[in-house]
């Protein structure tokens, strides 16, 4: 009787070498239309698309991240089974091409959940809920032992269910926010990390070290100094206002607003001049109307706007036009 030309352990094992080389080529920048249509043909073999997700998370597990340069390979993964001793070197040069020169592919192949111009809301395996607003991405790391959630961008408010043996804990920057039977909101404005709580409590700590405690309607911030400093204290009720469309400004300077406001609309918003110099400013504006919502804050904060084809607006200081 003649032997079978290939075992399914050795069938596996060519799955999860062609997974690896397709993550480097879509991590190496020469991706074109011909062989994304031929990815999508490969991921619709069954066990394909598994093997690719089990290979994504190993890959994300590196935790490599930009600021590195190296090269990798850029022709299409081969239908034949890599060597062995290429495979770790592969994988780090991938990572590493992909968080240099594709920051939004690095977030993708990291991120369990994505949002795009709107808040989402996300069911998690322990019965917790997520609610991404625009532009955010979490990564889900739960096991036997904790639940732990590293926010990738943006913000999200959590809705936590009770778990005595594990604690819920939100991963940003270089600090922790760790849940203690409540619900709260989690911000990473470009590196600067606040919270703030619904309900409940938490505690967070950053890279200096020390639990701060927050009860509901209290907040606090972390950066890159390493330090835990508490902040005014708000609503409860308004902590996470965007996951209504409402966005709630207080005393904010005018490009913050306007950033914060670009993540609601599909085309970018360029800003030109100065908006340092202007009044800060405090406004609720409805963001699931983002073009309204951008009139009025160019109304209430002196600044005008251009808007130009394919959804791209230029602001500016009003003065500036005159």
Do not use: C
Request: glycine fraction near 8%.
């Amino acid at each position: 009787m003649s032997q079978p030309s290939s075992s399914p352990l050795a069938d596996a094992e060519r799955r999860h070498a062609q997974a690896r080389e397709w993550i480097a080529w879509l991590a190496s920048g020469a991706a074109d239309e011909t062989g994304l249509g031929e990815f999508e043909r490969w991921l619709d073999v069954p066990g394909h698309r598994h093997a690719f997700e089990r290979e994504r998370q190993v890959w994300r597990s590196l935790g490599l991240r930009p600021g590195h340069e190296r090269s990798a390979a850029t022709m299409r993964p081969r239908r034949h089974r890599a060597s062995r001793r290429w495979r770790p070197a592969l994988a780090a040069a991938a990572v590493l091409v992909l968080a240099v020169a594709s920051p939004e592919a690095w977030l993708r192949l990291r991120a369990d959940h994505r949002s795009a111009q709107a808040a989402e809301t996300v069911a998690l395996p322990d019965g917790s809920r997520v609610v991404l607003d625009a532009d955010s991405a979490i990564a889900v790391r739960y096991d036997r032992n904790q639940r732990r959630i590293e926010l990738l961008r943006g913000r999200a408010w959590f809705e936590v269910a009770a778990d005595p043996a594990r604690r819920f804990a939100v991963a940003a920057g270089d600090g922790v926010v760790e849940d203690i039977s409540t619900a709260f909101a989690v911000a990473d404005e470009d590196g600067r990390i606040e919270t703030a709580v619904s309900q409940g409590r938490v505690r967070v700590a950053a890279a200096d070290g020390g639990w701060t405690y927050l009860d509901a309607g209290q907040r606090a911030a972390y950066g890159e100094d390493g330090r835990v400093v508490r902040l005014g204290d708000v609503s409860a009720d308004g902590v996470g206002g965007w996951r209504q469309s409402e966005l709630l400004l207080e005393n904010a300077s005018v490009d913050a607003a306007v950033r914060q406001l670009a993540r609601y609309r599909a085309g970018p918003i360029l800003i030109r001049g100065d908006l340092a110099a202007l009044p800060k400013v405090s406004a609720a504006l409805r963001i699931g109307r983002p073009e309204q919502a951008l009139d009025a804050l160019a109304a209430s904060a002196g600044l005008s706007v251009t808007r130009l084809p394919f959804g791209v607006a230029i602001v500016q200081p009003a003065a500036a036009t005159r």
